[in-house]
């Protein structure tokens, strides 16, 4: 008796859902037909004193364009849209254009959104349409692999364009910089796309550059920068961070000699403790969150010497790979403390390398290297959305002005 009626229930339940779709299915359709009508009407009076030269209304309702189906977040709408018809010469005539629904217009805006969503998110365009299904129902045939191929070639043109954009006149106070490798399935290489992420000197942050390069070298690095710098971009920011593997700090070096540098230390702390075994990871990396965490740069200072001291004789590769950057770990301490949280880490654009890593793992790479390209271009731009300003961004001004800091306090000039 209970299995029953749990499997009645079921049905019931379904059929209730079914149902309810269909009434606001139905609802949405009358409403968009209702304002279909509606916007008619209103230009129709707004059109009534013009008169065709036998003094009859020159602009009057002609019945309904074929119907057509438009693709919404609620399901496939079936609408008849009216039709207007200018009864006067061909030079004097007006052409109605609808608002609400635009002639070609085959999806609602939500659904223009959501598919490229859909796409940057992982879904294949093979997949598209029954993703796209889950939502708004099974009658998404109007969405076709064609569409996404058609979004590719809008936003290689959106990226052709900004990566023209005009910097005259701009000015960064901070860089992040990395590189990230790309599979390419119809092609042997693995492209590195280079990425600059920059903080305004009101604190906002934005991209700099998204930009195809041949590996991580300098040789690249330099073709990004010369490109800023033809552009207009006269001066480099006041602090750049990254990795230090990064051909980047020798073209920065040549282009924007000006500008100090600071490595990552997630990068770092990775690289020193992948060179330790497991069972020492955990004390080695308590000490190596010591240097950075410190208040001052004696105590950072302090917890590199003790780190040195402890692993030099067993693991001398790991404090090799510690040491070589001695000089550019500690830079920070030079710049506001407020600022802190945001310059030991290239942490803007390693969130945006996370999502574009699982996209690209979901679809097993893009399909050429101007795919890739532009799918990055267009996740960091959506990313770019989402960066909070600096913390202290009060302080950019006197940061841009080339005031000095001490353990992250500005010192009075004499």
């Given at each position: 008796m209970n299995e029953y009626s749990t499997s009645e229930?079921?049905?019931q339940v379904a059929m209730m859902k079914r149902t309810l779709d269909e009434l606001v299915r139905a609802g949405a359709q009358q409403m968009l037909q209702a304002a279909l009508q509606a916007e008619v009407q209103t230009f129709l009076h707004r059109m009534r004193r013009l008169t065709t030269a036998n003094g009859?209304?020159?602009?009057?309702?002609?019945?309904y364009l074929p119907e057509r189906e438009l693709l919404t977040g609620v399901g496939t709408l079936r609408v008849r849209q009216p039709r207007v018809r200018d009864?006067?010469?061909?030079e004097q005539r007006i052409t109605f254009s609808s608002r609400i629904l635009p002639r070609y217009m085959r999806r609602a805006p939500v659904?223009?959104?959501?598919?490229p969503y859909l796409y940057l998110k992982g879904i294949s365009t093979g997949d598209?349409?029954?993703?796209?299904?889950?939502?708004?129902?099974?009658?998404?045939?109007?969405?076709?692999p064609a569409t996404v191929a058609r979004l590719n070639r809008a936003w290689a043109t959106e990226h052709a364009a900004w990566q023209r954009r005009d910097l005259h006149g701009k000015r960064y106070t901070y860089w992040w910089v990395d590189g990230i490798y790309f599979n390419v399935r119809l092609a042997p290489e693995r492209p590195c796309i280079l990425v600059i992420a920059g903080a305004l000197p009101d604190g906002t942050k934005e991209l700099v550059a998204v930009c195809d390069g041949?590996?991580?070298?300098?040789?690249s690095w330099r073709e990004v920068m010369r490109d800023l710098r033809a552009r207009g971009l006269e001066e480099g920011p006041r602090l750049a961070i990254g990795d230090g593997a990064l051909g980047f700090w020798k073209a920065m070096e040549e282009l924007f000699p000006g500008t100090a540098a600071q490595r990552c230390w997630v990068h770092k702390t990775a690289n020193v403790l992948d060179k330790l075994p497991t069972s020492v990871q955990p004390p080695a990396k308590r000490m190596l969150h010591d240097m950075y965490l410190s208040p001052t740069r004696d105590k950072a200072?302090?917890?590199?010497?003790?780190?040195v001291a402890a692993y030099q004789a067993k693991y001398p590769k790991a404090v090799a790979c510690l040491t070589k950057d001695h000089d550019v770990l500690f830079t920070f301490y030079d710049f506001p403390a407020e600022h802190w949280s945001h310059l030991r880490t290239t942490n803007p654009i390693e969130s945006l390398f996370a999502t574009i890593r699982h996209r690209t793992r979901q679809t097993k790479g893009c399909g050429s290297r101007q795919a890739t390209i532009t799918m990055v271009f267009k996740l960091a731009t959506d990313a770019e959305k989402h960066w909070r300003r600096l913390n202290g961004s009060a302080l950019l001004p006197r940061v841009m002005r080339g005031e000095r800091c001490v353990d992250g306090v500005f010192v009075e000039a004499a």
């Open positions: 229930d079921v049905m009859t209304r020159a602009v009057v309702a002609n019945g009864r006067r010469a061909q659904m223009e959104e959501a598919i598209m349409a029954e993703a796209l299904a889950a939502v708004v129902g099974r009658r998404v045939a109007n969405v076709s041949e590996r991580e070298s300098a040789e200072e302090q917890a590199y010497k003790q780190f």
